[in-house]
């Protein structure tokens, strides 16, 4: 069972109150398969609100939320997170972000609640604030407003005071946030990839539609979602199907020791770690480009559909590998150690050979990219 299925599963034994397998998929999930949720981040948090009974899951997400703010508040499906959400990420103490930026965050998310809200704050009326304080009523509470450094913080209480100029302002104080750094570090536009750019990418994706002509980085329909990468999650074998275990549409890039070649494959299926077969597609393919320059490249597409990729038995040996004819493989347990990786010149399964030697060679480093329509 891939993942994604085992994720529906447990969404539908709670749906039918089957409350006890329902935990132990949700415990499974976190225990086995904490990469997958990661990967699917997004999707799984607002999921998991709509039911409100994975509590497990809710704090596994905000664990995460807390030191990685940015991983929602930047989302593009912010301002259509759920109100029990919302309110479960305010409520943590070590939350890392300044309480001046969840002030805004939270102002940005209640007025997308009310688009028929005036555009311009000097055109609000009484009746306009009362309806976005209507609509923060529970997230207000949440806000620590004298934590933050200037004369707006207290707007609230001055609206407040504004409407209802005989009722006592009554404030509950609460404690700072638990900063685990003094200082948030500066945001980096880090690359999607160490090995590949965007001109690459967007060639890839070409491949992937069948175009004649490339796709341009600006009009490139898809997004390379990072999944794995051997110098940060490790070289061996194994740890390749147990990361990408599940994934469907995947790029992997390798770069190649002692060359500048960038070699790679596509492949349409899920990764299984328990299967242990020829598995068919006529999707696939394989692919090198020489150096950074895009020109020279090689693309290779599969041509015998039922041996398009060998799910090996030997997964602590055979990573992924497209036909025999592109294989990343190792005998000591770490691509970067031997020279035991090769790509075959024989054309038995794909169109030709993407490589002009039949050395075996090792690696410096690999990727694997979930490949996913961008979101509009």
Not at 29 to 52: C, D, G, M, P, Q
Request: proline share 5%; net charge negative; with cysteine.
């Amino acid at each position: 069972m891939d993942t994604r299925t085992m994720y529906d599963l447990m969404i539908v034994a709670n749906e039918l109150e089957f409350g006890e397998l329902s935990q132990k998929l949700e415990n499974h999930l976190i225990e086995s398969k904490a990469s997958w949720l990661r990967t699917h981040f997004t999707f799984v948090y607002h999921s998991i609100f709509k039911h409100n009974t994975f509590k497990n899951l809710e704090k596994f997400c905000n664990d995460i939320i807390a030191k990685h703010p940015s991983i929602i508040f930047e989302s593009v499906e912010f301002t259509s997170l759920h109100e029990s959400a919302l309110v479960s990420i305010l409520k943590r103490d070590d939350l890392q972000m300044k309480e001046s930026e969840i002030w805004d965050y939270l102002i940005k998310w209640g007025t997308a609640q009310n688009p028929t809200l005036p555009k311009k704050l000097e055109e609000w009326s009484d009746e306009n604030f009362m309806t976005l304080k209507t609509t923060l009523q529970q997230c207000l509470p949440l806000i620590r407003y004298f934590h933050i450094p200037n004369s707006d913080a207290l707007w609230n209480d001055l609206k407040q005071h504004l409407i209802l100029p005989d009722q006592p302002v009554e404030t509950i104080i609460l404690p700072p946030r638990l900063v685990l750094k003094q200082e948030l570090p500066a945001r980096t536009n880090e690359p999607f990839s160490i090995i590949i750019n965007e001109e690459h990418a967007s060639m890839i994706a070409s491949w992937i539609d069948n175009r004649p002509t490339s796709y341009s980085s600006r009009d490139n329909p898809y997004e390379f979602q990072l999944i794995l990468r051997g110098s940060k999650d490790g070289f061996a074998p194994r740890t390749f199907w147990n990361i990408c275990d599940g994934h469907a549409n995947t790029i992997v890039v390798t770069k190649v020791k002692g060359t500048d070649e960038i070699i790679g494959g596509f492949n349409p299926l899920a990764w299984d770690n328990s299967k242990e077969r020829w598995m068919k597609t006529d999707e696939s393919f394989i692919f090198s480009f020489k150096d950074a320059n895009i020109q020279n490249s090689i693309l290779s597409r599969v041509k015998n559909k039922n041996h398009a990729l060998w799910y090996s038995p030997m997964k602590d040996i055979v990573g992924p590998n497209f036909g025999g004819e592109f294989m990343i493989r190792s005998l000591v347990s770490s691509f970067t150690q031997d020279t035991e990786s090769w790509c075959k010149k024989n054309t038995r399964y794909y169109e030709k050979p993407i490589r002009t030697t039949n050395d075996s060679f090792s690696i410096i480093d690999y990727e694997v990219f979930k490949v996913a329509k961008k979101s509009i």
